[in-house]
Each structure stands twice: as C-alpha cells, then as structure tokens.
C-alpha cells in the first residue's frame, strides 16, 4: 500500500472522530450537573448553592411544573453571592449582570449539540401585540403593517442565528412567534430584538446646546437628549447631553436606509454600524451636510436617534456624497450586530410582548415517535438489501452509509444547523443517492467482471467509469441545493443546508471510503473475486417505441390533474398557506395523549391539526393550543369536550391564525427554484449536449407537475383530507434532487455510447442505455421506494404527507428519465446521431480520487 493510501485513511479517521467529537454530547445535560462539574475550587458556599437549586427542581416536580434549571439556579444564587471565582474562564468584569453571565455560558456548556427544530422539540413562543396608534384607521394600512411586521420579524430572527422560527398573524393587530429551544440567554435576545422598532431619524443639534443645557433652559421644538457611555469604567462616567431638534432634518429617517453592517475601528478595533441609503435619501443626506458645513469657524453636529435614544451626534466636516455614514458608539460586538440587524429591518408600528410560553412539539409526540421508527426501519430494510443482494461489497457500501451520516451530523452540529422535518427530508435523498453512488460502482465492476478482467482491473476500470456519472449526479443536485442555502428561507433554507452537506458527504464516502476497504482487501490478498446477487432483466426492451403515446398520456395526466386543482381552488391549501382558526383551551388533570386528540377532530372531518401544549412562563398555567382550517374554530371545543369529558376542557379564546408559509418565503422558494433549474441547465449543457440539458429540466418539470397534479387528485377524492402544506414543499424540491439525479445516469451511459462508437441509429443507442441501466434503476428507485414506504406506513401526520408526495415523486422521476427526458433529446436530434463533442473527461480525475 503507497503513501496515497494512508494519507486517505488518515482523511477518513479524521473526519470520523471529528465529527464524533462535534456530535457530543447530542442531547442537552443536566443544567444543574454541569454547574457544578464546570466549578473551579468549590467551597461550602457553592455547595449550599447547588444544593438549595436541587430543592427547588425537586419541588417544581413535585407540583408538577416543568423543569427549570436556570431559573431554580439564579434564585439559589440570589443577589449576595458571588459565583464569578469559581467560573474563571467566563469574563464577567464588564458584565452589568455578572451571574447571567455565568449561567448564560453554563447553559450553553450543557446544550445538545444535535439542534432540534420547533417541529421536533418545541421551544418558546411569544405572543406580540402592534400598536397601530400611529397608522391611520385604515383596515388597509393596518393589515399592510401587520404582514410588514411578520416579515421584518422573520428576517431579524432570522439574521440572529434562529433557524426555522414559525412566525405567523393573528387576529388584526397580533403576531405569534415560536422558536426552537433557546436558552434563557438566547430568549433575552430575541424579546430585545422583536420589541424593538428600530425608528431611525437624523436630527440637527443646536448650535447653542452646550450654552443651553448649561442654563437649563431648552427652546420649543428642541429636546435633550443623553448619549450613553454604558460599557466604560469610573466615577466620572457621565453621558454627554445634546439639545437634539424633535424632528428629523428633511425627513430623513430609517425608511431610506437600504443596508446595514458591522464594522470595526482599524485604530481602536471597537465596533460601529455601516450603512448605506437609498438614492433619495442620500440626495437628503448631501443636503444636510451641504447646509450645515463649517462656515466661518462653526461647527454643527448631526445626532443619530435610534427609537427615541441618541447614540452619537457626529460633527459635520463637509458635504457628504454616496448615502453612506455610520453610527460610532459605545457598544459591543453583540449589540452592534443587533442593532445593524434591527436597523435593516425597521417596523412600521412599534411592537410588545404580551405573553411567554413554553411549548410541545409542533409535529406531536406521536408523529415523532412513528416518524423516528419509520426511518430507522426504511434504514435497516436498506441496508439489509445491500448486504444481501451486493454480499461483501453491500456490507462495504453499509459501513460507507453510517460514515456518511456520521459526517453529514458532524458538520451539521459544528456549524450549529437545526434539525427539522425538511431537513429529515434531506438525509432521506442523501441516503438514496449514497446507495445509488454505491449501486453504480458495483454495477460497473460486475460488467467489468464479466468482460474477463482481473479483480483489481475491473476495480479500477468500476470506480473510474463510475466516476464521471456520481460526479455530474452529485453536482447538480448540489447546485439546487446550494442555491436554496442562499435564496431560501426558513425550511426551504433549512432543507438546503441539509442536503448540501449531505451531497458532499455521500461523494466523498462513495469514492474514497468503500475504495480504501477493497483495496486493502486487494492488497492482503483476501479479495480474490467480488460475488454478487443478480436479477435477471430484459435486457432487449424497445423503450423508445412507447415514447410517443407515453408522453402525450403524461401531459394529458398532468392537464387533468392541474385543472382539477384549479376547480378545488384553497381547499388544496392547508393551513401553513392560508392560515384558519386558532383555538385556546384550558384544562385539568393529566395531558390527553395528541394522538387522541388527532382521532377524535379527524373523525369530525377537522383535517391535520396542529396540536401543542403550553405553558405561561409568568403564570405557570397549562394550556391547549389546536390550529386548524378556517371555520373550524366553532366546532373544535365541542368535539374535544364531548370526546375527552375527563380533561375538563374550557374554551380560553379563539382567534384567526394567518399563513406561516408568507408570501415571502413562497417567492424566495419559487425564485431558488428557477434559478436551480437554470443553474442545472447550464452544468448539463457544458458536461454534455445543450439537447441534454434542455431534457433534463423539462423532466424535472414534469415530474414536479405531475406530482403537484395527483396531489391534487388525491385532495379532491379523499374530501380535501389531501393538503398542501410545508412538507409537501420539502418533499417537492426532494423530487427534483432524485430526478435530476436519476437523468444524469442514464444520459451518462448515452454519452459514453455514443463516445464509444456503438453501432446502430440513435433510438437503438438509447435503448441499448436504457437497458444497460434498468438493474441500477431498478434497485434504487426500488430501495428509495420502499424505504419511504416505510415512512407513509409507520410514520404519521405531516410525515405521511412528505411520504406519500415523494413515492409519487420516485415513480414519476424513473419514468421521466426514460419517457421525457430521453425521448426529448431522441426527438430534439429528429432521430439521428448526435455529434457529441469532445467534453472534460472525469477519468484522470477519477484516478486521483
């Protein structure tokens, strides 16, 4: 064995123990445990501490509250001690609270490091009220603030780190936010960063206001405002005082403000925010500075006001030109990015918190749990199919998959990713292309084999004819992939993320780590022949003579399906869409299990509820929260209590619920969409012919329809039971993964035909491809099938949705790729030979790998 060799072996037990290490500890520990494994030099003192938070924890218990550490830690701590000298790493000097400081990084050492979404684990939920004082009466402009709000809100927690928040209307004046398990530190944070209105103005200081503050005495129009010094050390800290103007100069504030950043001081290295206005603010801005430039030895200053506070008041030197300025203060690092990112994001009407609750899962502990056992069975069916039909190199190809998913999570913890049920999705297509990665490789040496070369020939002849055909596959699935990381939002960008990494890991296990076992084997002389199972399939099938009559039926389904969609209009639509009725109960005793809940508003026709238990962080209080379809708000209390007469059910208040699929996330998915198909269209067209590459998007639409197009059939003959939702989405951007991906290997086996000059005309070429790819398609379209299956028969909910929508996707994807997409390119070449041009060859590249 060479160098090379230990060099990728070194590769992959890093990469493995990396990720390990990234993974734990997976789930959160004991806040209170690690406090005192964290501690340095314990004393009697700090043991009183933890021993008097461990009464509190066991008394919450004991009433049956839920658990919480850090507040059961911050009241034994109290105000007189000082827990900062057992906690020497945490810099708390500068800190205005030195014991939340110290928690805040206890917390954060406990953490999980598997991050859960809102749908997996619950999290926090605040409840915000607008103050539309300052907005006419208008229903108009109230609903206009209103969806403003919800999408400046999405974009701030979004810029916070908050990954897949569910932000929603409700009613005329209220907006919900629920994010995933933050901290105590993280929830601070976040209520700072919703309430704040961030009303940016540009007000004159008067030229007088030192004389003026010095007297005591302020002219109408004008108002004192303090800039504060909050992060500096001594006695004679005291803010410096402006007599700032009550209006802003020109009307220049916030709503020109076009972008905002950090930056740091290049002498200092403390932070200030840069930002850029629009045209007719900076047009504003020049006057400004135009008019107040030094004349005759005077100065004038420019106070910058964020919400009614002055942050700086810089002195004008000059005409300013280009909109851009800054705003310097005293902040730090953290309230710099803050501020940048509420500055970016200004509310048109100031809002408040009006309550704090804990809350479940939105998915419910039932659909988690059949979901969890689902996966792992649609696992273990694979994995079992590998290693029996492919017997040692499926046992190989196994140990590559768990690699792959060790990696996939490693990297997934180390850049802090959240898990959610679109990112399940995209583990889902990643294990699907890891195998199918591994089936093209043991296909290719089996017919290698079979041309009489020698094991370690047809290895190596298997791998580098391979190669080219997983490369293109895995590249434009990440193309798509990549463009959802930065067009998306909430899942749609979650989902990216996920099958991003798990692309990457699924190439390089597939070439390196199943490659690094054979060939040890090879060289200790125990692989001598590599024994397979093989199915016998026709082999002379005359695909193409069906092309026509396939085709024009696919359309025609397609039609059908599309207009029945049109004529059930926002029936098709769920609730993540449209919205509906949001209804709050009150109860006693213990928790109704949500699946029973799920069955009791199923049987009265109430249609994929959203159920969740809360609870009031202030007051305690349990309560029920169930989100349905419109006009269900009235019957939902009536069901609930003549099905559960037990659980002491009473109607809190009902309320209508807006979409939490906003207009904007549905136009940054349609836009990540066209631009992958493009971004598609042009790799396939440089790899291969542009007759390709204009086939392989038109499959992708095609599958993309079709399924939308059954989908809507199903709506309309299971009574509207049948939804669109957002895990129908997740499962429609899987399908356009598996379907480019099961494209590129057949027009990967054309090309090389036609390279190798096999003869006969261009349908029998293609055929010939066809035929000689139908044993991979069939085992993996077959095993991905089957492990989704599994899904859509154990999983439940919104799972089955995401299921039954992709095993549609699978079906339609395998049969574009011989119908649509081939036969497109069959008939763009009006039946001849095309002329393949001499394309980058993946071989030498192959031979490195």
């Not at 030109?321 to 203060?329: F, N």
Request: glycine fraction near 8%; charge should be neutral; charged fraction near 20%.
């Amino acid at each position: 064995m060479n160098r090379n060799y230990y060099l990728k072996l070194a590769l992959v037990l890093f990469l493995v123990a990396w990720s390990v290490y990234s993974i734990y500890p997976p789930t959160n520990r004991d806040l209170i445990q690690t406090f005192r494994e964290k501690a340095e030099k314990p004393d009697a003192a700090f043991n009183a501490i933890v021993k008097h938070a461990e009464e509190l924890r066991d008394q919450d218990r004991k009433d049956k509250k839920a658990d919480h550490p850090y507040a059961n830690l911050k009241e034994a701590i109290g105000t007189t001690n000082d827990v900062t000298k057992y906690f020497p790493l945490v810099d708390a000097k500068s800190e205005t609270d030195p014991t939340r400081a110290v928690l805040n990084y206890v917390q954060k050492e406990a953490a999980g490091k598997i991050h859960l979404g809102l749908d997996l684990r619950g999290g926090s939920s605040f409840l915000l009220a607008m103050d539309a004082s300052s907005l006419t009466n208008s229903v108009n402009d109230k609903k206009s603030a209103l969806d403003q709000a919800v999408e400046v809100l999405r974009k701030r927690v979004d810029r916070l780190g908050v990954a897949e928040p569910l932000i929603q209307p409700e009613g005329e004046d209220r907006i919900l936010v629920q994010v995933p398990g933050a901290s105590e530190s993280e929830r601070e944070e976040i209520r700072t960063t919703l309430q704040k209105a961030a009303f940016l103005e540009f007000r004159m200081v008067h030229p007088d206001s030192y004389e003026m503050i010095k007297q005591g005495s302020v002219e109408p129009g004008w108002v004192i405002l303090k800039e504060p010094a909050r992060h500096k050390a001594g006695a004679n800290n005291e803010p410096n005082a402006y007599v700032v103007s009550k209006k802003a100069e020109k009307g220049l504030t916030g709503k020109y403000v076009t972008h905002a950043g950090v930056s740091r001081d290049p002498t200092t290295g403390h932070p200030y925010i840069d930002f850029e206005l629009n045209a007719e603010g900076a047009q504003k801005f020049e006057q400004i500075t135009t008019e107040y430039a030094p004349r005759e030895g005077k100065r004038h200053q420019l106070a910058i006001v964020l919400d009614g506070e002055l942050y700086s008041a810089p002195t004008i030197n000059g005409a300013i030109s280009g909109g851009r300025a800054q705003i310097t203060g005293d902040f730090t690092l953290q309230e710099a990015f803050s501020l940048a990112n509420t500055l970016e994001n200004p509310l048109q009407a100031p809002v408040k918190i009006l309550s704090e609750n804990s809350v479940d899962p939105s998915l419910g502990a039932d659909t988690i749990s059949s979901g969890i056992k689902s996966a792992i069975y649609g696992i273990i069916f694979v994995a079992a199919f590998m290693a029996i039909y492919y017997l040692f190199a499926g046992v190989v190809a196994n140990v590559a998959l768990i690699t792959n998913i060790i990696i996939l999570f490693g990297v997934m913890c180390s850049v802090g990713t959240t898990l959610t049920l679109p990112g399940i999705a995209g583990i889902v297509l990643t294990a699907g292309m890891a195998v199918d990665a591994n089936v093209l490789i043991f296909e290719r040496i089996r017919e290698e084999l079979a041309h009489g070369k020698s094991m370690r020939g047809a290895l190596n002849a298997g791998y580098s004819r391979a190669f080219g055909t997983i490369f293109d596959s895995h590249v434009t699935t990440l193309i798509s992939s990549i463009i959802l990381i930065f067009m998306g939002t909430g899942s749609i960008k979650g989902f990216g993320i996920a099958l991003t990494i798990g692309v990457a890991a699924s190439l390089f296990t597939a070439l390196v780590v199943t490659r690094l076992v054979f060939d040890f084997m090879l060289d200790k002389g125990l692989l001598k022949s590599m024994k397979m199972m093989h199915f016998r399939f026709p082999q002379n099938i005359n695909f193409m003579k069906l092309a026509k009559p396939a085709f024009i039926t696919s359309w025609a389904i397609i039609i059908v399906g599309l207009g029945v969609g049109f004529t059930r209009g926002e029936k098709l639509l769920g609730i993540d869409f449209v919205g509906g009725d949001n209804v709050t109960l009150s109860y006693q005793g213990p928790k109704v299990a949500a699946e029973e809940l799920r069955k009791a508003l199923d049987a009265a026709k109430i249609p994929e509820p959203l159920i969740q238990y809360q609870k009031n962080e202030a007051t305690g209080g349990d309560l029920l929260r169930v989100t349905s379809k419109g006009g269900s708000g009235e019957v939902i209390p009536g069901v609930l209590v003549k099905a559960f007469p037990n659980a002491g059910f009473k109607l809190v208040g009902k309320e209508t619920v807006g979409p939490t699929v906003g207009v904007e996330i549905q136009k940054s998915a349609l836009v990540a969409l066209i631009l992958s198909l493009f971004g598609i269209l042009i790799y396939v067209a440089l790899r291969y012919e542009f007759s390709f590459a204009v086939g392989a998007v038109i499959a992708i639409m095609h599958d993309l329809l079709m399924t939308i197009g059954i989908y809507c059939m199903a709506n309309y003959f299971t009574g509207g039971a049948a939804q669109f939702n957002a895990t129908v989405v997740a499962a429609l951007l899987t399908i356009v993964g598996f379907s480019i991906n099961d494209t590129i290997v057949i027009f990967d086996r054309i090309r090389e035909d036609l390279k190798l000059g096999v003869r006969g005309t261009f349908p029998e070429i293609i055929n010939q491809a066809l035929n000689q790819t139908l044993s991979r398609t069939i085992i993996t379209s077959g095993t991905v099938f089957l492990a989704t299956l599994s899904l859509y028969i154990f999983g439940g909910g919104a799972i089955n949705d995401f299921a039954f929508t992709f095993l549609v996707g699978i079906i339609t994807g395998t049969y574009s790729s011989i119908y649509i997409a081939s036969a497109f390119v069959l008939w763009w070449h009006k039946g001849e030979r095309p002329k393949i041009a001499s394309q980058v060859t993946m071989d030498s590249v192959a031979a490195k790998v």
